[in-house]
């Protein structure tokens, strides 16, 4: 058996690997690229392509409507099947898994190993425990602004408890200097403050380096950015001005900048992993995405978004304030945890009370057992013009409801279910398909893994 380092990268398509991969800054990205094996995924799930349901069909080998997960917050009870991390724990191996998406809650990783959540986990508690103060801080990021995965960096200088806490969890002083002058920087240039999720991925990567041996690795090790899918979200057409009509291209594009500093976090991951793989031949480096994103037109859009930003508000209008728990999402979803699936029940068919004054519905549910997943949706602006809606047919101010009016420019690329599976040292007589289902790939990695 030979041991695995995937590095899930977020969404980030083969156009923008080749993009990169041919600019000479980059040169462990044109390395790995020439180097490795490549795999074309395809999902084959229906709906809503969201990460936190794409992943699980990845980790799981499982279509979404098998693995039934759905939302953000849902309770684990309800997951099915087996994530790719329990299967070599099973045989009593080692794994250490950073940032996977919907691995919450930690379990005991084995001798050398460590587990930290998603950046949406239920709660702060990591694998080893002198992590916990960090993934704290994280999770406090994404309360206070939901809407982007994983968007801040710190605000401000942080807590002497803090920085003790980064410092021994293996965060390097260098980077916590970059981050200061990161922030000094955006005094002077504002723009500058679209590279801050970049930033994160850089804190986190520093202490995943920290907790993984490349000599005596974990037998299955993950470590899982959303730095880059973020920045296409909103500035694909800043990368790729020529997928939009000559209308929708901006007039400078100073965010492919943004886009190179975040390219350059990733050349800085790649780079070491490689320099990994050197030093230890066994070891097997992935790189993979459960989907990818492509240029989108959002014609419709009129700069602004409504967010249930204070959903217990509006349970306070439904007559329900008490045994129940909000859980991190991203907007414009909202997670709640209810004590007793009756009262999520019940909450649910009250969305549908939920409605602009002309009758336009709000607000959408989902049900998972005792977790109440809530979508909001917006409408065109003259039907809240007023700064009015109705809850149970009665007139009620937006903010009186919980809700906020959030000005937001609309996104240039989007979800598509091509996604990519990049292996670096297979041997050359290793079977190596051209494009496979996505949830078929959870086989062909324990199959290579040896397990």
């Known amino acids: 058996m030979r041991p695995v380092l995937l590095l899930e990268i977020n969404e980030v398509p083969l156009r923008i690997w080749k993009k990169y991969g041919a600019d000479s800054r980059y040169p462990s990205i044109a390395r790995i690229l020439k180097e490795g094996s490549i795999t074309q995924?395809?999902?084959?799930?229906?709906?809503?392509?969201?990460?936190?349901?794409?992943?699980?069909?990845?980790?799981?080998?499982?279509?979404?409507?098998?693995?039934?997960?759905?939302n953000l917050g849902q309770d684990p009870s309800t997951f099915r099947g087996t994530p790719i991390w329990e299967e070599f724990r099973a045989k009593g191996l080692p794994v250490g898994i950073f940032g996977s998406l919907q691995s919450w809650p930690p379990k005991d990783s084995g001798e050398g190993g460590f587990h930290v959540p998603d950046t949406f986990a239920t709660d702060a508690r990591c694998f080893p425990a002198h992590i916990e103060p960090v993934q704290a801080f994280n999770l406090s990021q994404v309360r206070s602004n939901a809407?982007?995965?994983?968007?801040?960096?710190?605000?401000?200088?942080?807590?002497?408890?803090?920085?003790?806490a980064m410092l021994r969890s293996g965060v390097r002083f260098g980077t916590l200097c970059r981050i200061a002058l990161q922030l000094v920087s955006e005094k002077f240039v504002p723009s500058l403050r679209e590279r801050r999720v970049t930033f994160q991925a850089l804190l986190f990567w520093d202490i995943f380096r920290a907790h993984f041996d490349p000599r005596q690795p974990p037998a299955f090790t993950t470590f899982f950015t959303n730095h880059i899918a973020s920045v296409q979200h909103r500035f694909w057409n800043h990368i790729f001005p020529g997928d939009f009509p000559v209308s929708r291209r901006p007039k400078a594009g100073e965010h492919a900048a943004t886009m190179d500093f975040a390219m350059s976090a990733l050349e800085e991951i790649i780079s070491e992993a490689l320099s990994w793989r050197d030093q230890n031949p066994q070891l097997l480096l992935l790189v993979a995405n459960s989907m990818g994103q492509a240029a989108v037109i959002r014609e419709s859009h009129e700069g602004f978004e409504l967010l249930l930003r204070s959903p217990l508000r509006l349970l306070g209008l439904f007559g329900i304030g008490e045994n129940v728990r909000q859980n991190l999402a991203m907007m414009p979803q909202v997670a709640l945890e209810f004590s007793d699936v009756e009262t999520a029940q019940k909450?649910?068919?009250?969305?549908?009370?939920?409605?602009?004054?002309?009758?336009?519905?709000?607000?959408?549910?989902?049900?998972?057992?005792?977790?109440l997943s809530i979508t909001a949706t917006t409408p065109r602006a003259n039907e809240i013009s007023s700064g009015e809606i109705l809850v149970g047919g009665k007139r009620t101010k937006l903010e009186e409801a919980g809700f906020f009016r959030a000005e937001v420019e609309a996104g240039t690329a989007y979800h598509v279910p091509e996604g990519l599976l990049l292996a670096h040292g297979l041997s050359s007589d290793t079977a190596v398909p051209e494009s496979l289902p996505t949830h078929q790939v959870k086989a062909l990695i324990l199959s290579w893994a040896g397990l």
């Open 41 to 70: 995924t395809v999902l084959a799930d229906e709906g809503e392509l969201s990460p936190w349901c794409t992943w699980p069909t990845f980790h799981r080998g499982l279509l979404k409507k098998e693995h039934g997960i759905y």
């Open 147 to 164: 809407r982007v995965m994983s968007e801040k960096v710190v605000e401000r200088p942080p807590a002497i408890g803090l920085l003790i």
């Open 347 to 371: 909450v649910k068919l009250a969305l549908g009370s939920v409605t602009t004054v002309g009758g336009k519905s709000l607000l959408s549910g989902d049900l998972r057992g005792a977790t």
